[in-house]
């Protein structure tokens, strides 16, 4: 339902659109725009600017800018010029793929790759078009920058009410002493109230990317309760928005903050007028939460970390990040009679199921009736989620059937500002309608509803992979994983393997794991396969074809993030990481556990030698099954430090590794390792002991780091592994080659 200013009635005078832009934009520089003289009741269009876009960038940044007040818009095409045949100012509106068009004499645009497929090497036409006035001049600046958009901007407003008589911004200035507490630092209320609604801010827009500004009214009404139970605070967006540029989805209502993002402009570009002085988003708190009022005794508690076990207040940081999360659309439009409020599907609707049969039928679908919508509503578990990047989460623990639905708040009465734009609380995360029993609430950040939120039209603006080979987490010790680039797939994305090696359950036994996956917005995910499985155990049989097969009694799925590491729990543990020049976050779950790990590199990258043999090297296409990982370090001295991981199957087929570490002067010779079998602990845990047993021995042959496998590496291993039924494993003197790519 984007609105556009009254412009039907301005005829298009003096239009100058060409099918060839003449004047080629700079894409890093200021041009100077000839602003005609224009009568009144009319505007012309000038469309003579284009810009190849350089490859490698992702996001293009168009700033226009008036040398007096009269009004400018600015308009992009992609890919094609502006048509010539345009005759009123709703046909040139209505050709432009991006439009700012703002009541004032500066507009600007912000280009996404997110929202724009194939940004760098497009070639984008720039129009220009001016309203009733006097000739004058304009800059406009262009800004190709190969760097992704940066974190959401969100600004607190306490001094303005969302319109309505009975909230109050006075509590934001309470002068009630206040005693610090959990890293807040305020000495009264008001001030208590102020620092935990910024921190909460501060989180948030660490987690969501965009250049275009969120805007919070907040305020404090009384909303009553009793001792137990009351409604903390509620949030709603500003509008709605469909089919307005850069939305992924047509005829779906987007929420405003997704839909200015995408579009790349302000609410005043994008719907048009003077859209300043409105909020994107409205949040009212309970004032009798901290009255005595509701909840007995219990009042907000307003520290930045957790109270602890023993604490029973509201936690307002929480309540706080929940509520933002609303307002940026985490919530549907259907109410408690079942009907689509605006007669219009909306994204959040778009991905919910009615489930109870197993179908999966969408509620937006047009043979389900109010009725039905609001029957599913009512039914415990049959309301489900069925996005598939939150779906096959490693966070969805709790999935139903083998799609992976999340379950969705449902009660069997339907409850306003609960129903629905909630998950159901057994998954214990932040959007939740309630966490009662949860042992690790409060939460902090995004978990399961931040795929939810990219379904929603937040997508990120990623970190790609900073780091390509060994990682580990030093609070688990002897436990890691090699990451690496192993090719493409058919559609030319970048395929990861990520090879896992760790201990069994009660950490009496090494074993490792695999999962092949691609990136998407800064996380990696293991690829699931028929059976769901995203992340396994291979069991070695060579009576099946192919002899190596996922166990699904040992199996899940696996998740490394790059995007904020800084915000996830596991890298706010306590542990020193002073120095590490890159962290992600290790998320996997295997047999229904789930774990969260820190990680980083085993080596710097600045400690590589210039032949680099780091990766992943296996014995070609007719001896599959088995592999190892190198990593090689230059100790500056003139020798070099090999670590080699080698994984193999025991004869009953269930996987071992072994490691070897040494130093050498000289790569040229044939290089020979002692390799050990080690002993630790259980990887769900933090603390153990660890063991190494000699094993045998592994020798390498490096001539080159190549992929081929007749550039002359070779191996050759022999080793024992241990255990009631150990045996021996043996390879003599066998080609090898690189499984995985080169590393930056």
């Known amino acids: 339902m984007i609105s556009t200013r009254i412009l039907a009635a301005l005829a298009l005078v003096g239009c100058f659109a060409t099918a060839n832009a003449q004047i080629e934009l700079p894409a890093q520089g200021t041009l100077e725009v000839n602003v005609p003289t224009v009568?009144?009741?009319?505007a012309t269009l000038d469309s003579s600017y284009f810009l190849d876009v350089p490859p490698g960038t992702r996001k293009i940044t168009l700033e226009l800018e008036g040398a007096s007040a009269r009004d400018i818009d600015l308009l992009v095409r992609i890919d094609s010029p502006f048509p010539e045949d345009l005759t009123t100012i709703n046909d040139v509106f209505g050709s432009a793929g991006f439009v700012s068009q703002s009541g004032f004499p500066n507009e600007s645009l912000v280009l996404a790759d997110f929202a724009v497929p194939d940004l760098a090497g497009t070639r984008i036409f720039v129009g220009v078009v001016s309203f009733e006035g006097q000739q004058s001049t304009a800059s406009l600046t262009v800004n190709a920058s190969t760097e992704t958009v940066g974190n959401l901007p969100i600004i607190v407003d306490f001094d303005n009410t969302p319109g309505t008589a009975d909230c109050d911004v006075a509590p934001w200035n309470d002068p009630a002493p206040f005693t610090p507490v959990g890293g807040n630092q305020a000495t009264t209320l008001g001030e208590a109230?102020?620092?935990?609604?910024?921190?909460?801010?501060?989180?948030?827009?660490?987690?969501?990317?965009?250049?275009?500004?969120?805007?919070?009214?907040?305020?404090?009404?009384?909303?009553?309760?009793?001792?137990?139970?009351?409604?903390?605070?509620?949030?709603?967006?500003?509008?709605?928005?469909?089919?307005?540029?850069?939305?992924?989805?047509?005829?779906?209502?987007?929420?405003?903050s997704v839909a200015t993002r995408r579009a790349g402009t302000s609410l005043s570009g994008l719907s048009g007028g003077d859209q300043t002085a409105e909020a994107d988003i409205f949040i009212t708190f309970n004032t009798d939460i901290d009255g005595n009022v509701a909840l007995g005794n219990r009042t907000f508690y307003y520290g930045f970390t957790p109270q602890g076990p023993t604490g029973n207040d509201s936690d307002f940081l929480s309540v706080t990040l929940h509520e933002i999360t609303h307002g940026v659309g985490f919530a549907a439009t259907f109410n408690e009679t079942g009907r689509l409020v605006f007669n219009q599907p909306d994204v959040f609707t778009a991905n919910l199921v009615d489930n109870r049969t197993g179908e999966g039928i969408p509620l937006i679908d047009p043979s389900v009736t109010d009725a039905q919508r609001l029957d599913v509503a009512t039914s415990i578990s049959g309301l489900q989620w069925s996005g598939p990047e939150s779906s096959t989460s490693v966070r969805n623990t709790d999935a139903t059937r083998?799609?992976?639905?999340?379950?969705?708040?449902?009660?069997?009465?339907?409850?306003?500002?609960?129903?629905?734009?909630?998950?159901?609380?057994?998954?214990?995360?932040?959007?939740?309608?309630?966490?009662?029993?949860?042992?690790?609430?409060?939460f902090r950040s995004l978990a399961l509803s931040r795929p939810m939120l990219h379904e929603v039209g937040w997508a990120p603006s990623p970190d790609e992979p900073t780091y390509l080979g060994l990682m580990f987490d030093r609070s688990r010790d002897g436990h890691g994983f090699e990451f690496a680039l192993g090719g493409q797939d058919a559609d030319g994305n970048d395929v990861y393997v990520l090879t896992f090696y760790t201990f069994e359950t009660l950490g009496r036994a090494p074993e490792w794991f695999q999962a092949v996956g691609t990136i998407e917005n800064g996380v990696f995910s293991g690829t699931r396969n028929a059976d769901q499985i995203g992340f396994a155990q291979f069991l070695y049989d060579d009576s099946r074809t192919p002899p190596q097969q996922a166990n699904p009694d040992s199996a899940g799925q696996v998740v490394l993030n790059f995007n904020n590491p800084e915000l996830s729990t596991a890298c706010n543990d306590g542990v020193g990481r002073d120095g590490v020049s890159s962290v992600a976050v290790l998320q996997f779950i295997l047999t229904r556990q789930v774990d969260e790990w820190c990680v980083e590199p085993l080596t710097l990258e600045s400690s590589r030698p210039a032949d680099d043999f780091g990766g992943l090297w296996f014995a070609g296409e007719a001896d599959t099954g088995w592999g190892f990982s190198l990593e090689n370090i230059d100790n500056g001295d003139g020798t070099t430090t090999l670590f080699v991981l080698l994984y193999v199957y025991a004869e009953d087929g269930t996987p071992v590794w072994f490691f070897g570490l040494d130093s050498f002067s000289d790569l040229s010779g044939p290089l020979t390792f002692e390799m050990f079998q080690r002993t630790g602990f259980a990887r769900l845990s933090t603390f153990g002991s660890l063991s190494d047993e000699s094993a045998g021995s592994l020798t390498l042959t490096l001539t080159q780091p190549s992929s081929a496998l007749d550039a002359g590496n070779r191996i050759s291993v022999d080793v024992d592994y241990l255990g009631p039924e150990g045996g021996e494993w043996v390879r003599d003197d066998v080609a090898i080659q690189r499984l995985s790519l080169p590393r930056p």
């Not at 009568?39 to 009319?42: A, F, M, R």
């Not at 404090?220 to 992924?248: C, H, Q, Y």
């Not at 992976?404 to 939740?432: D, K, W």
Request: include cysteine; charged fraction near 20%.
């Open 39 to 42: 009568e009144t009741g009319s």
């Open 193 to 256: 109230r102020r620092n935990t609604m910024l921190e909460a801010a501060r989180l948030l827009s660490m987690e969501l990317y965009s250049d275009i500004p969120v805007t919070i009214n907040a305020c404090w009404e009384a909303r009553g309760g009793d001792t137990n139970g009351a409604t903390l605070a509620g949030a709603r967006g500003r509008a709605l928005f469909s089919n307005s540029p850069g939305l992924p989805e047509p005829d779906l209502l987007y929420i405003q």
């Open 402 to 442: 083998d799609e992976g639905f999340i379950r969705m708040n449902a009660p069997l009465e339907y409850q306003p500002g609960s129903s629905v734009s909630h998950i159901a609380q057994n998954y214990c995360e932040l959007m939740t309608a309630n966490t009662p029993g949860c042992i690790d609430a409060p």
